[in-house]
């Protein structure tokens, strides 16, 4: 089986094609560093979308999602956004836990599992 690396670099690949499934690497919010969580989130998203595409798939093939908040008081409104993007009857399983992020600026990193089909 192959491997298909998408916007790979020397430290790591966006995302990885491998047996019917794509894996990303936690996406920040690289276009809305500093901002509230809401826009943090909003920005994460649609770079997961474009990746997905990349990949040939969707949001509605999501199997897992990983979810890093810098503070859980931010729970609530990571989530508005995420109900707003998730498609209806395909939600992936989820885990999402309060960690240190790699740079203060950054408060929300969201990683992705999803089918190829």
Known sequence: MS????KAGDRMSQAVIFNGTVTT???????????????QTENILANIDNLLAEAGTDKSKAISATIWLSNMDDFAAMNE??????SPGNTPTRACVESKLAAPQFIVE???VAAIE
Do not use: C, F, M, N
């Not at 491997?3 to 998408?6: A, D, E, L, V, W």
């Not at 690497?25 to 826009?39: F, S, Y």
């Open 81 to 86: 956004v995420w109900d707003a993007w998730v």
């Open 110 to 112: 969201i990683a992705i």
């Open 3 to 6: 491997i298909k690396r998408i």
């Open 25 to 39: 690497a936690g996406q920040v919010a690289l276009g809305a560093p500093g901002e509230p969580v809401k826009e």
